[in-house]
């Protein structure tokens, strides 16, 4: 993938934070808004990583699938300004879980 931009999706008062810094930002006001913006993004290949916020995440886990299917984009869950629900973090522990076979983040 030659173009390596960043995309963050999820609720206004959070995805403004990340244009500041640079980051292409996709506000959603729904999840069927998520759903499309997220698949749209995934299918055009013109990010390398997106980053959802976890409140948008949670509803649209098929949807997060599609992209575990192929190298890119990477789509990372992140926290909202609401807080983390640890839900990447809990992605995470049972990936590296998976991989080496103990759970170095002692997450779960």
Known sequence: ???????????????VAFEGLGIAAFPVTSVDEARQTVSRL???????VIFITEDIGK??????????REYAPSVVLVPSSAGSQQIGLRKLSRVLKR???TDVLKIE
Not at 59 to 68: F, K, N, R, T
Request: aromatic fraction near 0%; hydrophobic fraction near 45%.
């Open 1 to 15: 993938m030659q173009n390596s931009r960043l995309a963050v999706v999820g609720e206004r008062a959070t995805v």
């Open 42 to 48: 995934i299918k055009k290949k013109e990010h390398a």
């Open 59 to 68: 509803h649209i886990p098929d949807v997060i699938a599609e992209s575990s």
């Open 99 to 101: 991989a080496l076979g």
